[in-house]
């Protein structure tokens, strides 16, 4: 082991060096774990964002059932779903709201009136536009969601609950559009449109206070065999997906027309910052291994000439290459490896900071309009995890063994005699 | 001309120079050095090769150490051709070799240099270990304890020189070169080396082979060599 020994007394000689090359070797090593740190934290941001932002893809169609939307919904790509089955139904026992205005041309009673209220046969009500733009509000309770199918519930809105006097866990009786079947709805939720009433008279079915939302299964129950899809809502992971989806509906719907619409602002406005900073920390991973290799191959080059006596004379000793190669790969790690080990504790500061600034600010600056509260995604959350450092460390010593040992090897291929006896 | 009568009285041949030449391929012209070189060293002897600069003494050198083939022709030690016992290991375990230009291991002090030297060619410790024998062989050549527990860059050139000439004879080889050893030598200490150099041909029946100028230096060998027009006279 004589070379692991003279690795030491180089490495002890050439003190000044040694300190010029860990330093240099820490930053670079702080630095690319830096980027690592902020790449993980990203990529997981993504993954969340897309799971919570996601692209809203709005399909409508003559062929679109509750069963297909389902069929849809169970895709791979899709995260959530929501169909909306808009139908017409009576009240029992409460009162609809009626228009403050008087009808123009007095009261036609005689004439067929549409049912009074505009029951929404839904199954995820979070996916509804007027409730993921916020213009929509749940005041109490909660809203439909998808474990909700079987049951029958209802959220209604709170002009008619106070009319009412309705509270979250009253039941209501709906009656169907032929008047021939009721179906008790629990309230479940209560929640304001911020539309306010029209100034002109609206038939009661039109008045925003008059809306309900109910399971898919409730509606059907109310308007039996009727009863089309207004639309299917589907959150998928991103926009490149949407193409997917797009071909699932087309083998699903056949060939009639429908309409496949994509809404992918809310990700673009989230999700892509958070990608380019993404791509931002790959870049400088990729600078940075750059520039620690083109660093460390000029320190070496610098010394080079040092390097070619040594090698010379050792050679000249008869000492295998293996053993030379084994000097500078010691000698190497042992100012590498330390390295690692600060940068671990600088990397983690450097990091956290990094993220903050970056992230934390284009959360801020990218949200113009209201989202709702689940879509916002978390503060990045930096660690350092042994494979970020494995791969640290790889990098490091790869870069160290590629300035140090290549060189190296492209001396010992000369014959002892040419590096020893050529004066320059 | 060697005859019968020669290879009777004297040692056999302990290096064998058979037909080399050797030519340097540069950019524009080829440069041959050496030509057609036969020659035997043998144990025991002192040797010195003069010449003009320029001639290849140097590279002859070079050549019989096995730092480099000949383009040309075999060197074989003990009847062995070197490139089939391998450079390297010929380096290792039979040559020596003091450079024209001394190859010290800066970051080490002359003691580890010396006994860096001793470990890569497995000279064994013997009795009192390999520091003591190296002190002693440096002591030899006028350097103290002092001096040889010095980083060899605070060393002056010709102390420089006899660490080097120390490190090979600490390396218990059969055939010792040296290129131009004593050139930066004030007179005593050159003597001291050309004296260390006798010793080791006469008393322990090594080959000591020595480039060099100085005529007094060569006047005190066995015999004198002469290089000149790539052809090498005794
Ligand atoms: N690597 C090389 N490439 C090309 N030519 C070389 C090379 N090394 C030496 N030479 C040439 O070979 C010739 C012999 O060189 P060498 O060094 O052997 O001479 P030398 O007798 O040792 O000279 P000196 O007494 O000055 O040391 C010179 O002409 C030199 O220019
Ligand atoms: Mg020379």
Redesign the interface.
């Known amino acids: 082991m004589?070379f692991v020994k003279?690795a030491g007394?180089?490495l002890?000689?050439?003190k000044v060096r040694t300190a010029v090359l860990l330093g240099i070797f820490v930053v670079i090593c702080t630095l690319l774990l830096g980027g690592f740190l902020l790449q993980g934290a990203t990529a997981r941001q993504e993954a969340d964002a897309q799971r919570t932002i996601g692209v809203d893809v709005t399909l409508k169609g003559k062929a679109l059932t509750p069963a297909l939307a389902d069929r849809l919904g169970s895709s791979p790509q899709v995260h959530r779903y929501n169909p909306r089955l808009p139908i017409e139904a009576g009240a029992r026992g409460i009162e609809p709201l009626e228009s403050d205005v008087p009808r123009p041309g007095g009261d036609r009673s005689g004439a067929k009136t549409p049912r009074p209220l505009a029951l929404n046969g839904v199954r995820d009500s979070g996916l509804l536009l007027p409730f993921s733009y916020g213009s929509n509000k749940i005041t109490a309770g909660r809203g439909i969601t998808p474990e909700d199918a079987g049951r029958r519930v209802a959220m209604v809105e709170k002009r008619l609950a106070s009319t009412n006097g309705l509270k979250v866990g009253d039941t209501i009786r709906a009656l169907s559009a032929d008047g021939k079947n009721t179906v008790p709805l629990t309230v479940v939720g209560i929640y304001r449109d911020a539309t306010p009433d029209p100034t002109r008279w609206t038939p009661p079915h039109l008045l925003p206070g008059n809306t309900l939302y109910v399971p898919v299964r409730a509606a059907q129950q109310l308007s039996p065999g009727t009863a089309d899809l207004a639309e299917a809502v589907f959150r998928i992971g991103s926009p490149e997906q949407a193409e997917q989806l797009h071909a699932e509906a087309r083998r699903l719907l056949g060939t009639g027309p429908f309409d496949f619409r994509v809404n992918d602002k809310a990700y673009k406005d989230q999700v892509r910052p958070i990608q380019r900073v993404g791509t931002f920390a790959r870049l400088i991973v990729q600078l940075i291994a750059l520039a620690g290799a083109l660093i460390l191959g000029l320190i070496v080059m610098l010394q080079i000439r040092?390097r070619r006596?040594?090698l010379?004379?050792?050679?000249?000793?008869?000492?295998?290459k293996w053993k030379l190669i084994g000097q500078h790969t010691v000698e190497v790690a042992a100012v590498a490896l330390p390295a690692v080990a600060l940068a671990a504790l600088a990397g983690q500061i450097a990091a956290q900071q990094a993220g903050d600034a970056l992230l934390g600010h284009q959360e801020s600056a990218s949200s113009p309009r209201p989202r709702s509260p689940d879509a916002v995604a978390d503060s990045p959350e930096m660690r350092v995890q042994p494979s970020d450092l494995g791969k640290v460390a790889g990098i490091g010593l790869g870069i160290s063994l590629v300035s140090t040992v290549v060189p190296g090897i492209g001396i010992l291929r000369l014959?002892?005699?040419?590096i020893?006896?050529d004066?320059e | 001309m060697t005859t019968a009568t020669d290879t009777a009285t004297e040692p056999p041949p302990v290096l064998r120079l058979d037909g080399v030449s050797h030519t340097y391929i540069g950019q524009r012209r080829r440069t041959t050095v050496l030509k057609n070189i036969d020659y035997s060293f043998r144990r025991g002897t002192f040797y010195t090769v003069l010449g003009p600069s320029g001639s290849g003494k140097t590279t002859l050198l070079s050549l019989a150490s096995g730092l480099d083939a000949p383009t040309r022709g075999t060197i074989s030690f003990n009847g062995q051709d070197l490139t089939k016992l391998g450079l390297g290991r010929y380096r290792n375990k039979h040559a020596a070799t003091i450079f024209q230009h001394y190859n010290l291991l800066t970051y080490m002090t002359a003691l580890q240099n010396v006994t860096t030297a001793m470990e890569i060619t497995g000279v064994k410790p013997g009795s009192g270990g390999r520091r003591a024998r190296a002190l002693e062989l440096l002591e030899r050549v006028g350097l103290d304890k002092h001096m040889a527990t010095r980083n060899v860059m605070r060393l002056s050139g010709g102390q420089q020189q006899r660490v080097a000439i120390t490190r090979a004879l600490a390396c218990d080889v059969d055939i010792l070169f040296a290129d131009e050893p004593t050139g930066n030598l004030d007179e005593d200490t050159a003597q001291g080396i050309i004296d260390t150099f006798r010793e080791l041909a006469h008393e322990q029946d090594k080959c000591v082979v020595v480039v060099t100028h100085s005529q007094r230096l060569a006047a005190q060998s066995d015999r004198v060599l002469t290089l000149r027009k790539g052809k090498l006279t005794e």
């Open positions: 004589n003279r007394l180089s002890r000689a050439r040092e006596d040594e010379g004379m050792l050679l000249s000793l008869g000492e295998k014959h002892p005699r040419s020893l006896t004066s």
